[in-house]
């Protein structure tokens, strides 16, 4: 396997495809003023669907890599730095087969783009999730981030219930 710079021009909008399964959500609700974090299992594994467009316009000077096992691209990582604030921002980070999930190829994706935002001068890389991608989060846990926040109704106003809410997540650089 191979990590690769992305060219901008012939990456730039192409679709990808990919699912996201789950045997655990985390549950945020309100509590006393505050608010409580735990693990729930689920009834039946959740399995999601993502389809999503690579460099999408909005992106402020992006830099993305592709990992390949020969010509073929197997996963890929984008971001930019957020110069208003000084944060480096992970847009996409996807291993396209679940079957190729837990074999590095995610860790060598994310190690490539820390560096990107390390050498950026970033203070800090953030990211975003769901709350039902269990793998996801302990993924990003394992690389030093932590849950830095989260909306219960950035999806839609059932979140909650659906199990589907936004976590951010961050690590300090300096």
Known sequence: MTIEKLNYD????????AEICSNQYLSIEPRDG???????PCEKELVMPLEDEMLSDWLENPV???????????????????????????TNICVFDEEIRQ?????????????????????????????????????YKK????????????YANNGPQEHNMLIYMGKKLR
């Open 103 to 139: 074999s590095g190829v995610g860790t060598r994706l994310l190690e490539t783009i820390m560096n990107d935002a390390v050498a950026s001068g970033a203070r800090m890389a953030v990211l975003e999730t769901q709350s039902f991608n269990y793998k996801a989060i302990s993924f």
């Open 143 to 154: 690389h030093g981030f932590e849950i830095i926040g989260f909306d219960r109704y950035a």
């Open 34 to 40: 505050a608010f409580t974090m735990e693990w729930v």
């Open 64 to 90: 993305a890599y592709g990992a390949y096992i020969g010509r073929e691209l197997i996963g890929f990582v984008e971001g930019f730095l957020e110069e208003w604030n000084n944060r480096f921002r992970i």
């Open 10 to 17: 012939a990456y730039k909008g192409k679709t990808y495809h």
